[in-house]
């Protein structure tokens, strides 16, 4: 079973920031697009942003500005840092990993981070 194991999540203050990194085997991040979904309590699953092995990113627009997305496919570490939050940012943070063959889709997930933005 592939291994994706997050890191830096916490509580942190309204305004803070916080850095969270995920890391895995070579070949996933050789190939595999890779992203940050968080779910809320009681709410969906959400994409925050996704990147490409060559270092293409997509966010989810309500985030973009305040999130930023990077990878480096050497040292296996995916970050996601996270600036100016709010409390509507609270919620468990997940690494994931994907990839499309031509008739069926690998993808993995972390465990998850808890991130609490609170005063």
């Known amino acids: 079973q592939v291994q994706l194991v997050e890191s830096g999540g916490g509580l942190v203050q309204p305004g803070g920031s916080l850095r969270l990194s995920c890391r895995g085997p070579?070949?996933?991040?050789?190939?595999?697009?890779m992203g940050w979904y968080r779910q809320a309590p009681e709410k969906e699953r959400e994409l925050v942003a996704t990147?490409?092995?060559?270092?293409?990113?997509n966010y989810n627009e309500s985030l973009r500005g305040r999130f930023t997305i990077s990878r480096d496919n050497r040292n296996t570490t995916m970050d996601l840092q996270m600036n100016n939050l709010k409390p509507e940012d609270t919620a468990i943070y997940y690494c994931?990993?994907?990839?499309?063959?031509?008739?069926?889709?690998?993808?993995?997930w972390g465990q998850g981070t808890q991130v609490t933005v609170s005063s």
């Open positions: 070579q070949y996933i991040f050789r190939v595999y697009e």
């Open positions: 994931h990993a994907k990839f499309e063959f031509p008739s069926s889709i690998s993808e993995f």
């Open positions: 990147i490409t092995s060559g270092g293409m990113t």
